[in-house]
């Protein structure tokens, strides 16, 4: 006895404009957003090496350079045992144990906006960046 397939295709049934159809939903509902989230934590990151003298308008290469000359280093946290501590931390020649900044993941609140969280250890203030409304 045959298998009927009730209401999966393959892909040999799938239409063309239901391709079309499918990646656009997904350039919108996926591949959108994550740009954005992307693009806020980037922004992020460069008002933290800014604040320490690195210009941020200038290629990889130099800033690299920069950070190297002003004794900034950036590694990125990524530990399963300790998820609430991802990001980025910044740290600078002068304070060896205590970092300058630390970057988090961008996540999203109730309303669909998406935040990324900025401690300033050595100022001793939290900043939250973004707020842009990324779903929706």
């Known amino acids: 006895m045959d298998k ?5 295709k393959t892909v040999w049934q799938i239409s063309l404009d239901e391709i079309a159809h499918r990646e656009a939903l997904k350039e919108e509902l996926h591949d959108g957003p994550v740009k ?9 990151v460069d008002r933290v090496l800014e604040e320490l003298g690195v ?3 200038k290629d990889q290469a130099d800033q690299f350079m920069q950070q190297w000359d002003l ?9 399963e045992r300790a998820p609430q501590l ?6 600078t020649g002068y304070d060896a144990y205590t970092p300058y900044a630390w970057v988090g993941d961008a996540r999203m609140n109730h309303l669909g906006e ?21 779903l929706g």
């Open 4 to 8: 009927v397939n009730l209401g999966k």
């Open 36 to 44: 954005k989230a992307v693009f806020i934590l980037e922004a992020a």
């Open 55 to 57: 210009d941020t308008s």
């Open 71 to 79: 004794g900034v280093t950036v590694w990125e946290h990524d530990d």
């Open 86 to 91: 991802n990001g980025f931390f910044f740290h």
């Open 114 to 134: 998406c935040l990324v969280d900025i401690q300033y250890f050595q100022k001793g203030i939290l900043v939250q960046s973004g707020g842009v409304k990324i």
